[in-house]
């Protein structure tokens, strides 16, 4: 493969000279740039994209950094974030949680990041964070000019989905909270508990972790106890299949005798039995945006603009009644 000192030495021209022929760059005679050019397509010469973006200080990369690969979540999200990329000249590069992928992210070896990774710490991001590293958030409402929250809009669904229990007459409600570090759990919380205690109502609060083992064994514990619900609201889907797996061992039905609504409409809600009420926000347009803003920062210093992503109930068998 035919080298840049290959190029300079047929065109009889220094390293400088034939760089700047070939990048149209610098003072050289057209002639003499034209002769550079003609020499590097006869040895058919192709510059290493990679070194020249590097030179330039810049990779033409974007970094994401999540918690996992696995899962209907991030594959949604991530497929957007693909998408977007391809409408551009820059490459995608997905990191998951490691050791080696996070000093990439700490020594800025992308142009710029989408985080969503919880055990990457504000603090981190916040020190990260400038005109010329640009960060996305998808899981924490940061404030700084180089950040940019994209969140959903989290109580917006909640509250469909309160006042759908809250019009078939349901009066005896709970919630089951996901991880507590999550602003997602967080904001889902609060909003259904504000709107109980502007009807009102006293919601007993159980907390689990997101995953459907923890849903599962709450319901289970609900079940024993001698106060049990007319509906339960879940942080998420998985928590909320895991609580209508307990109800049916049990001998008991949704929505007869307990109404289950979850979050985030993943595939297997509508596949599990009874098909699960949840709230969903399309999640391709989630990772599209994150991306459409970044590179626009990164290209052409376009501020950031905090962006909802919009929620919206979806109701099946497992709630109405």
Request: charged letters at 20%; aromatic letters at 8%.
């Amino acid at each position: 493969m035919a080298t840049l000192q290959d190029v300079a030495k047929r065109a009889g021209v220094s390293l400088t000279t034939a760089s700047y022929a070939l990048n149209d760059t610098g003072t050289v005679s057209e002639a003499t740039r034209k002769r550079v050019q003609e020499v590097a397509a006869e040895l058919n010469y192709r510059a290493n994209a990679f070194a020249q973006n590097l030179k330039r200080g810049k990779t033409q990369t974007i970094g994401v950094f999540i918690s996992r690969f696995g899962g209907s979540f991030y594959d949604e999200i991530l497929e957007g974030i693909h998408s977007a990329i391809l409408e551009t000249d820059y490459e995608l590069l997905v990191c998951p949680e490691t050791r080696s992928t996070r000093r990439m992210l700490l020594h800025r070896q992308v142009d710029g990041a989408i985080v969503f990774d919880s055990t990457i710490t504000n603090d981190a991001i916040l020190k990260l964070a400038a005109s010329h590293f640009p960060i996305v958030v998808l899981d924490r409402p940061l404030q700084n000019e180089f950040i940019l929250p994209v969140l959903l809009d989290n109580p917006q669904g909640v509250h469909e989905a309160f006042a759908h229990f809250y019009d078939q007459g349901l009066r005896k409600l709970c919630f089951i909270a996901g991880a507590a570090d999550s602003i997602d759990n967080t904001e889902r919380m609060a909003t259904f508990l504000a709107a109980a205690e502007q009807h009102h109502l006293q919601v007993p609060v159980y907390q689990g972790n997101f995953s459907e083992i923890s849903g599962y064994e709450i319901a289970m514990a609900i079940l024993q106890s001698s106060t049990i619900p007319q509906a339960v609201f879940c942080a998420n889907d998985q928590m909320a299949i895991g609580f209508l797996r307990a109800i049916k061992e049990c001998g008991l039905h949704a929505p007869t005798d307990i109404a289950v609504v979850g979050f985030d409409d993943i595939p297997l809600a509508r596949y599990v039995q009874p098909a699960l009420s949840t709230i969903g926000a399309s999640r391709f347009d989630w990772g599209a945006n994150a991306v459409r803003q970044l590179i626009d920062f990164i290209q052409d210093k376009t501020p950031f603009q905090a962006h909802r992503i919009p929620t919206r109930l979806i109701i099946r068998e497992s709630s109405s009644r």
